[in-house]
Nanobody, 127 residues
Framework: QVQLVESGGGLVQAGGSLRLSCAAS????????MGWFRQAPGKEREFVAA???????????YYADSVKGRFTISRDNAKNTVYLQMDSLKPEDTAVYCCAGRSVYQFTRESGQYDYWGQGTQVTVSS
């Protein structure tokens, strides 16, 4: 079993930055995909960013068009942690952000394809 715990959410003004962390514990995998999803009130959950990693290839990153150039996903395998650096935040980025994981290298933006989920962290961007 894998547990994911997010941290780093909060309230920030438009144009500001936040860094979210997702710490994984439990089983470890030699290859994986970790993703960030968000859900705003009254809206469906949407894909934000993901990172796929396998030792002999390295990591590949993927972003939703709405955050490309503003958000950066990264990982620290030694700490079993994935980060989402969010810069130039906009009010429309306000949502609950959840990290999710699957124990395969292949990327997908479909939330139903992820096996493990954190509890989420609130990000609020004021105008």
């Amino acid at each position: 079993q894998v547990q994911l715990v997010e941290s780093g959410g909060g309230l920030v003004q438009a144009g500001g930055s936040l860094r979210l962390s997702c710490a994984a514990s439990g089983r470890t995998f030699s290859s994986y995909t970790m993703g960030w999803f968000r859900q705003a009130p009254g809206k469906e959950r949407e894909f934000v960013a993901a990172i796929s990693w396998i030792s002999w290839i390295g990591g590949s990153t993927y972003y939703a068009d709405s955050v490309k150039g503003r958000f950066t996903i990264s990982r620290d395998n030694a700490k079993n942690t994935v980060y989402l650096q969010m810069d130039s935040l906009k009010p429309e980025d306000t949502a609950v952000y959840c990290c999710a994981g699957r124990s395969v290298y292949q990327f997908t933006r479909e939330s139903g394809q992820y096996d493990y989920w954190g509890q989420g962290t609130q990000v609020t961007v004021s105008s």
